[in-house]
DNA sequence: GTTTTACATTCCCATAACGGAATAAGTCAA
DNA sequence: TTGACTTATTCCGTTATGGGAATGTAAAAC
């Protein structure tokens, strides 16, 4: 059996660094694939394919805009990650400050 | 250029989901190889090649006891895969609750 | 030392990835 | 319609994967 498929779900998705710039990038604002390329020097075919990927988990959104597509992060699928790993939460720093701390970092 | 080592980060590690059973079910107590094989209805050598990514990233901590080998959650490590989510909190949900809950979601 | 138990490490193969080049497809302007 | 522009989709070659079987290594029991 092979490794999973990049749009198995959101954490096979995030597995290449250049997705994880691309959501970073996009999580403020709007911006074109062109705009993309040009912002993370990659080519506009490798970009597309990312954002088809990045699409098929749902974690950015597509709009178009006339001859552009506006791409934008979904910060909503993005908490996915976060909500798995805040099962470890509890384990965080030493067993002593985890009554202190339960409150913010359980949260 | 292919896809990136499952070893090169914990992004990658826990892009499996079996290695995100593995490190469930380790999260709050030590197990052995054949315990988590036995748990999870994998092989060993599945099991034991498993975690030997885990390893290379520090997702888990080995423990030799006698003849078995104990093996562990390391969450800290899980704390990565959590900040960087977390940069993303500021749009989850609309912007409206943002502030109200800017305390407990952006800590 | 030999046997048993517990893990780790090959070897194998089918599958999928990534980037780049080339090409297709969709949109607007004249 | 033709042409310019922006994005999507093949096609290609290189590389890594995950499971199973077989094998290697390490530790305890006898």
Redesign the interface.
């Given at each position: 059996m092979p490794?999973?498929a990049?749009t198995s779900?959101a954490?096979?998705a995030?597995?290449?660094?250049r997705r994880?710039h691309i959501?970073?990038l996009l999580?403020h604002e709007e911006r074109s694939v062109s705009e993309i390329a040009a912002a993370l020097d990659l080519g506009q075919p490798s970009v597309s394919k990312h954002l088809q990927v990045l699409h098929g988990v749902g974690l950015v959104t597509q709009r178009r805009e006339g001859r552009h597509v506006m791409y934008r992060?979904n910060?909503?699928t993005?908490?996915t990650?976060?909500e798995?790993?805040?099962?470890?939460?509890?384990?965080?720093r030493g067993q002593l400050r985890r009554i202190k701390t339960h409150a913010?970092?359980d949260?």
């Open positions: 490794r999973a990049t779900d954490f096979n995030i597995a290449e660094p994880r959501l970073e999580a992060t910060a909503e993005v908490r990650i976060h798995w790993s805040r099962l470890f939460a509890r384990h965080w913010e970092e949260r």
